[in-house]
């Protein structure tokens, strides 16, 4: 069972355009929800994280927007470059044995010069 | 400071063969963690640890084992490797749980 559900799988956007990726969870335990980029060949890099007591978090053209009541967060990407494409995931994590990190199945960015 | 490491990056097996892969971190981190990563599915947690010589389950452990003998290093390995452990796999890393996790750039494992 899929923990945490991200959506769209892929995403074709202009370059200047609004790069949006979301994200949805189950178990209301979750207490820190980070964003990672991966580009090929390399791991995935921290992006930027948000923990459940801030509705919005905003570090340069990067913004996570995070609704408690509809167990949803997502990944705003302004001004999107045609440097940001790589695949990007959402994860969340609860305060516990391990604090695994339960990630989504990831989006594919594409922007088009 | 090289952060964390993995070895090594490429590796073909037969069915059937064993083999270790290493992931080394310079952080002075507490946590480490073994994913595998696979086309439509993520990250999926294999193995984790939450300090030296302790380890523990993951989602998917089946088929694996690890060891963390030092603080530094964090050992995966596969007694009998079968072709549905086909993966890329990354080790990662965190100062304590619920934390930023560092990651390596991969072992990208075949299984023929």
């Known amino acids: 069972q899929q923990q945490v559900k991200q959506s769209p799988q892929s995403l074709i956007v202009q370059k200047g355009g609004i790069s949006i990726i979301n994200c949805a969870y189950e178990n209301t335990a979750f207490d820190y929800f980070p964003w990672y980029q991966q580009f090929p060949g390399k791991g995935p890099a921290l992006l930027i994280a948000i923990r459940p007591d801030v509705s919005e978090k905003k570090e340069g053209r990067f913004t996570i927007s995070f609704n408690k009541s509809a167990k949803q967060f997502s990944l705003h990407i302004m001004d999107s470059q045609p440097g940001d494409s790589a695949t990007y995931f959402c994860a969340a994590s609860m305060q516990g044995t391990g604090n695994q990190f339960y990630f989504g199945t990831g989006t594919s960015l594409t922007v088009i010069p | 400071n090289a952060g964390v490491t993995q070895t090594p990056k490429f590796r073909v097996l037969k069915t059937g063969q064993s083999m270790t892969l290493l992931c080394a971190q310079d952080?002075?981190?507490?946590?480490m963690y073994w994913y595998r990563q696979d086309p439509g599915m993520g990250l999926r947690l294999i193995h984790y640890?939450?300090?030296?010589?302790?380890?523990a389950k993951g989602e998917v452990p089946d088929g694996y084992n690890v060891s963390r003998l030092k603080k530094q290093n964090f050992l995966l390995g596969l007694e009998s490797a079968a072709p549905s452990q086909t993966s890329v796999y990354f080790c990662?890393?965190?100062?304590?749980?619920?934390?930023?996790?560092?990651f390596g750039d991969g072992t990208r494992l075949s299984i023929l």
């Open positions: 952080m002075n981190h507490e946590y």
């Open positions: 640890s939450v300090g030296e010589g302790t380890t």
């Open positions: 990662a890393s965190s100062l304590w749980g619920n934390q930023p996790q560092h």
